[in-house]
């Protein structure tokens, strides 16, 4: 069974940086869609940024201030945020999906790590 453990995750000022990282157990990169979400009290899990292949894709409220990294040699998935505002806070999940099959039909494998928080506050 295949494990993410994300760290990294703290408290930052407005306009600080934080790197968040993930250290997946087994090789899973080529076979999932890797990407960090995350989920503030009484709000929806979101995503943030994900990343397959060399292609990526972020969310529009980040987008321009974090950047998604992962390093296949080592299992691990980064996330780097910049300017970071108060509303960026929430805790911060890693998580590992694809598209599973039978002869009838399709659905989300999903893997998650257990969080990480991450406050922004002056």
Avoid: H
């Avoid at 060399?54 to 409220?61: C, G, H, K, P, V």
Wanted: net charge neutral.
């Amino acid at each position: 069974q295949v494990q993410l453990v994300e760290s990294g995750g703290g408290s930052v000022q407005p306009g600080g940086s934080l790197r968040l990282s993930c250290l997946a157990s087994g090789d899973i990169f080529d076979a999932y869609l890797m990407g960090w979400y995350r989920q503030s009290p009484g709000k929806e899990r979101e995503l943030v940024a994900e990343i397959i292949s060399d292609s990526t894709n972020y969310a529009a409220r980040v987008k321009g201030r974090f950047t998604i990294s992962r390093d296949s040699d080592k299992n691990t998935l980064d996330l780097q945020m910049n300017s970071l505002k108060p509303e960026d806070t929430a805790v911060y999940y890693c998580g590992a999906r694809k598209v599973v099959s039978s002869a009838s039909a399709s659905w989300w494998s999903e893997i998650w790590g257990q969080g990480t928080q991450v406050t922004v506050s002056s």
